[in-house]
């Protein structure tokens, strides 16, 4: 009798010979999206997400997401789920990815985020150099509109030239009429005796 050939395993078998030599990775944190941050009221946010033990922040496929390591209550001492058969949806879900392939921490070890903040100085690097870039983006769009009126880059004000009737007199000493500048309609004999009063 000819024998039969096994169908290749699925990927929940693969998944069921993993799990056991696994440290129930996936059931020490969870993840949820966040909004991605592109104000400085929106970082200062993920800032402070970051500031919390345990947190880390990353970007999946364009995405934001906010990990917080914590591990489920149900988890048993030898890393099985306490509560197996009433389980959420999202643990029956877990493991595979679109492919029908085993896709975890166990078996891919790293998912290669495009971006990922375990530290709040990590990410004040990056929270400065977006605000750097996004300040030079508004000034460049501010000359834009500015060229688009046909109204020049507005100038610096012109600094005055500081005369003695703008100074303070150092020597004013307490006197309430000498503590600050001088009247500015104050002529030079009046000055001059101002400043011998003092």
């Not at 489920?72 to 306490?82: E, I, K, M, N, S």
């Not at 029908?100 to 166990?106: D, L, T, V």
């Amino acid at each position: 009798m000819p024998k039969t050939k096994e169908p290749p395993p699925t990927g929940w078998d693969l998944l069921a010979t993993y799990c056991p030599q696994c440290d129930a990775a996936c059931c020490k944190y969870f993840a949820f999206e966040i909004d991605e941050p592109d104000c400085e009221e929106e970082l200062d946010k993920v800032y402070w997400f970051l500031c919390h033990e345990g947190t880390m922040v990353f970007v999946d496929e364009g995405k934001w997401f906010l990990q917080i390591s914590n591990k489920c209550r149900y988890l048993q001492p030898d890393g099985r789920c306490g509560v197996y058969d009433r389980r959420p949806q999202v643990c029956r879900d877990y493991g595979l990815g679109e492919d029908g392939q085993p896709n975890c921490e166990f078996t891919d070890g790293d998912y290669g985020y495009e971006l990922e903040f375990r530290t709040p100085e990590a990410f004040l690097i990056y929270r400065n150099a977006f605000l750097e870039a996004l300040a030079e983006e508004e000034e460049k769009e501010r000359r834009k509109r500015a060229r688009a009126r046909g109204a020049a880059s507005p100038r610096p004000p012109r600094r005055r030239k500081e005369t003695a009737d703008t100074l303070h007199i150092a020597t004013a000493g307490p006197h309430p009429h000498l503590a600050g500048p001088l009247p500015r309609k104050m002529n030079r004999k009046a000055r001059r005796k101002a400043a011998l009063q003092a």
